[in-house]
């Protein structure tokens, strides 16, 4: 099975950019569809973005389009999640998670997750 370990979170003034990466250990990142979601204190546990195993494809909900990239390097056995223009409300803890299915929104269709890592966004 695979590991993943984020890194790059951090605190950031709203309007500001972070980039977060999600190694992968133990099995090709590029055997998997990834997603990023993101929980705040109190709240469900949300999709940002996904991308499949080939990175030809992306998806994004409405609060994150625009202004969230995801991407991958196969080569690298990481993805990526660029944030720009930072919002407040964007933060929370940052989680990546690869499914052996398809690439999905639905937090059930992945299977391994990495720990997370905390984004916080000041006015």
């Known amino acids: 099975q695979v590991q993943l370990v984020e890194s790059g979170g951090g605190l950031v003034q709203a309007g500001g950019s972070l980039r977060l990466s999600c190694a992968a250990s133990?099995?090709?990142?590029?055997?998997?569809?990834v997603g990023w979601f993101r929980q705040a204190p109190g709240k469900e546990r949300e999709f940002v973005a996904g991308?499949?195993?080939?990175?030809?494809?992306?998806t994004y909900p409405d609060s994150v389009k625009g202004r969230f990239t995801i991407s991958r390097d196969n080569a690298l056995n990481t993805v990526y999640l660029q944030m720009n223009n930072l919002k407040p409300e964007d933060t929370a803890v940052y989680y990546c998670?690869?499914?052996?299915?398809?690439?999905?929104?639905?937090?059930?269709?992945?299977?391994?997750w990495g720990q997370g890592t905390q984004v916080t966004v000041s006015s």
């Open positions: 998670a690869a499914a052996r299915g398809l690439m999905t929104a639905q937090r059930y269709g992945y299977d391994y």
């Open positions: 133990g099995r090709p990142v590029g055997s998997y569809a």
């Open positions: 991308i499949t195993r080939s990175g030809g494809s992306t």
